[in-house]
């Protein structure tokens, strides 16, 4: 079992920044691919983006530019730096984790991750 445990979500204003993390404890974390993901209101949950074991990052198309996935190892923590935010940008974002990288590349496999959080709020204010 995996537990991953998401924090840095808020109200923000607009061209504002936040870093979201995702704090991972039970197994050993360098194991692990990690990914993130959102649900807007109203809207079905989106991949934003992903980080292999050894550190290759992907992206959705949207966050290309805006965001940027990370992970340090050594403290079993995933993040998430979210630059520019837009209103549109508000969405519960969860994080999760899976060995295997290609259940975060492929859409149509998401749902077979093993592992996810609770999520943080995120608010983007015009």
């Known amino acids: 079992q995996v537990q991953l445990v998401e924090s840095g979500g808020g109200l923000v204003q607009a061209g504002g920044s936040l870093r979201l993390s995702c704090a991972a404890s039970g197994r050993t974390f360098e194991n692990y691919a990690v990914g993130w993901f959102r649900r807007a209101p109203g809207k079905e949950r989106e991949y934003v983006a992903s980080?292999?074991?050894?550190?290759?990052?992907y992206y959705a198309d949207f966050a290309k530019g805006r965001f940027t996935i990370s992970r340090d190892n050594a403290k079993s923590t995933a993040y998430l730096e979210i630059d520019s935010l837009k209103p549109e940008d508000t969405a519960v974002y969860y994080c999760?984790?899976?060995?295997?990288?290609?259940?975060?590349?492929?859409?149509?496999?998401?749902?077979?991750?093993?592992?996810w959080g609770q999520g943080t709020q995120v608010t983007v204010s015009s």
């Open positions: 980080i292999s074991l050894n550190s290759n990052t």
């Open positions: 999760a984790a899976d060995p295997n990288l290609l259940l975060f590349l492929n859409g149509r496999r998401n749902y077979d991750i093993n592992y």
